[in-house]
């Protein structure tokens, strides 16, 4: 199975400022196929299911805000809030698709400070 | 737009059996392959099964192999799992979730639904 790791478990960023989560996968998740990284984002907020941010590493799904971006190939990747907003305010999960079974990161929690 | 509700967890023993339901529909249901997802609060997000658009081809976690059955029901617009030999580490929120992609056996997926919890204890 792929063990996917993230950190850090929680950070706290002041309003307008970067959040960078970081997902390192215990083997590659880069198809030699299609060069696609098979790693996706989810946020989950409170009260809800989790939401699809990003797939293929970096790319955005319709109607996710542009300061959302993804980044990495291979085993490492990033996820960053470039200008924090109080809505998300979340957990954010990391996961492969790559092989089955499809596994998730461990979260982290984003927070305003 | 796309509506996945899920229905059927409960109260149950160990050693029993539930079947979970999940109603879609804002889509084309018979097109994408669904999955089933579930939630808790010590274990995170762990994937339990998947089953192709056609229903002909299935794959599960390895801890629910043998006792977690998917299927589905394209004439119904309606997903299913059930749950056999029910253990108390299988306590969790239960979510159905659509593929992303329209091909047979999309790993990735997208729209989820909201949830039904399923409780394992005596």
């Known amino acids: 199975d792929i063990v996917m790791t993230q950190s850090p478990d929680s950070l706290a960023v002041s309003l307008g400022e970067r959040a960078t989560i970081n997902c390192k996968s215990s083997?590659?998740?880069?198809?030699?196929?299609?060069?696609?990284?098979?790693l996706g984002w989810f946020q989950q907020k409170p009260g809800q299911p989790p939401k699809l941010l990003i797939y293929?590493?970096?790319t955005r799904e319709s109607g996710v805000p542009d300061r959302f971006s993804g980044s990495g190939s291979g085993t490492d990747f990033t996820l960053t809030i470039s200008s924090l907003q109080a809505e998300d305010v979340a957990v954010y999960y990391c996961q492969q698709y790559h092989s089955s079974p499809l596994t998730f990161g461990g979260g982290t929690k984003v927070e305003i400070k | 737009q796309v509506q996945l509700v899920e229905s059927g967890g409960g109260v149950v023993q160990p050693g029993r059996s539930l079947r979970l339901s999940c109603a879609a529909s804002g889509f084309t249901f018979s097109n994408y392959a669904m999955h089933w997802v579930r939630q808790t609060p010590g274990k995170g997000l762990e994937w339990v099964a998947i089953i192709s658009s056609d229903g002909s081809n299935k794959n599960y976690a390895d801890s629910m192999k043998g006792r977690f059955t998917i299927s589905r029901d394209n004439s119904k617009n309606t997903l299913y799992l059930q749950m056999n030999s029910l253990l108390p580490e299988d306590t969790a929120v239960y979510y159905c979730?659509?593929?992303?992609?329209?091909?047979?056996?999309?790993?990735?997926?997208?729209?989820w639904g909201q949830g039904t919890l399923v409780t394992v204890s005596s």
């Open positions: 293929w590493a970096s």
């Open positions: 083997q590659s998740v880069l198809s030699s196929s299609n060069n696609n990284n098979y």
């Open positions: 979730a659509k593929g992303r992609f329209k091909t047979p056996m999309s790993f990735l997926f997208d729209d």
